[in-house]
């Protein structure tokens, strides 16, 4: 059984840092692309920033020169460093594994995040 298990979240003063991690239980990582979804009370689900197999990465512009994603394949994780951290960045974050051919989808059970003073 697949699992992604993110960690890292929390509660955070505006203009402060946390770093996110998501553990998963790929038997293949490295041919997953990954990434962190958030979903704020009353929004929907966005993307925030995602980071291919091949390491090529993509932001929401809103995060765009604040938060950077990275991967470790031989530990099989993926991270997400958050710095100047805005309350509109508060939501639960969701770490997802993504492969192509053939069609697998996974989901991580979310991590809180809070940014207030």
């Given at each position: 059984q697949v699992q992604l298990v993110e960690s890292g979240g929390g509660l955070v003063q505006p203009g402060g840092s946390l770093r996110l991690s998501c553990a998963a239980s790929l038997t293949i990582f490295r041919v997953y692309a990954m990434a962190w979804y958030?979903?704020?009370p009353g929004k929907q689900r966005e993307l925030v920033a995602s980071i291919s197999s091949g390491s090529s990465t993509n932001y929401a512009d809103s995060v765009k020169g604040r938060f950077t994603i990275s991967r470790d394949n031989?530990?099989?994780?993926v991270f997400l460093q958050m710095?100047?951290?805005?309350p509109e960045d508060t939501a639960v974050y969701y770490c997802n594994a993504v492969l192509e051919v053939p069609r697998y989808d996974y989901w991580g059970q979310g991590t809180q995040v809070t940014v207030s003073s």
């Open positions: 958030r979903q704020a031989a530990k099989k994780m710095n100047s951290l805005k």
